[in-house]
């Protein structure tokens, strides 16, 4: 079996690095044809002595501090370091399930640039964090973060909590562009698109991932998709189904208004129809009450296009990173 390099990358995450390296260390690829590289992002909790204290015991793990540099400099760094054939991404909050390694190395074939799997919500997350995920679950085909596919397919990108890519091509590309945060893996498998080369999805390759546990980091996530839509419209143009939800919507608002100078009473029937039948889709794909769907949709497209037109009016003209 070939060589993987699985590489992680933390940044002040003391509470989920280790159960994430744990995870690493039951897989059933054979141990000696696979490695765990941790780059530390600059932690200043206790994530590097948790680390450190896995390292002495397992071999097969190593430890890499960098000043705080972002994610995509902490990939290329422990891309730098790789040794395999393949290398493989988890966030440092994602635990793999013990095949998840060998599911992803197996769905590779010729012209196959990389491999994504599937993602869950943390069976342990809180209340709010369950709701997260359902409602990630409900909007997956739109947000193409939480893949809704069942079975083994070409997708246009696989987020970079669960993905696996032939070395070799990733370094062709030149890697993650750094400083593009969030919204770098979106950049990467655009390129290696651009080239020809083709991106799957498996849905049998499952890591369990903490979601946002209160409103706060949440709306944070929002605001921060939001505007790696806009750098990734900058940066590539229109190609994304999630690129054209915050460009439709002053549109509609635009188009409303005028309508409700022609016609109050149709452009209220319109609007009431519409925004019952989003909630209606959304709560039929998830197990959400109305009263969330309702706040959840609302927040989320609110803050998102926030997060997308602020940066739009910020780099026009202007490096995106």
């Known amino acids: 079996m070939a060589k993987v390099s ?92 013990p095949d998840w390694l060998e599911r992803l ?42 893949k809704p596919h069942r079975e083994l397919r070409e997708v246009s990108h696989n987020a970079s909590c669960n993905s696996s890519y032939r070395a070799s091509l990733i370094r062709e590309v030149g890697g993650f562009r750094d400083g593009l945060f969030p919204g770098e893996d979106v950049d990467l498998d655009r390129r290696l698109r651009d080239r020809g080369y083709k991106i799957l999805f498996t849905p049998h390759a499952v890591v369990y991932h903490h979601r946002p546990d209160n409103r706060q980091k949440w709306h944070r996530m929002l605001l921060r998709y939001g505007q790696s839509s806009a750098d990734n419209l900058i940066l590539h143009g229109p190609f994304r189904l999630i690129q054209i939800i915050p460009i439709l919507l002053p549109i509609m608002v635009i188009m409303f208004s005028l309508f409700t100078v022609i016609s109050p009473l149709l452009t209220t029937l319109s609007t009431v129809l519409i925004t019952a039948g989003v909630i209606f889709w959304v709560k039929v794909r998830s197990s959400l009450s109305i009263k969330d769907t309702i706040v959840f949709s609302t927040e989320t497209i609110l803050i998102f296009c926030k997060g997308f037109w602020w940066r739009m009016f910020h780099k026009i003209g202007k490096p995106v990173v």
């Open 6 to 97: 699985v590489i992680v990358c933390v940044y002040n995450d003391e509470s989920y690095i280790g159960a994430c390296i744990e995870s690493l260390l039951r897989q059933t690829y054979p141990k000696d044809q696979y490695e765990i590289i941790v780059v530390d992002d600059g932690s200043t909790d206790g994530t590097a002595q948790i680390v450190n204290q896995i390292v002495r015991s397992y071999s097969i793990v190593a430890y890499i501090y960098q000043e705080n540099k972002g994610p995509s400099r902490a990939r290329n760094r422990g891309i730098e370091m790789a040794t395999g054939e393949f290398v493989a991404f988890i966030d440092s909050d994602c635990e793999a399930v």
């Open 105 to 146: 190395i197996g769905c590779f074939a010729e012209g196959v640039a990389s491999v994504g799997g599937m993602q869950f919500g943390h069976p342990q997350d809180n209340e709010f964090a369950k709701k997260v995920d359902a409602f990630l679950r409900a909007v997956g085909i739109i947000g193409d973060y939480v």
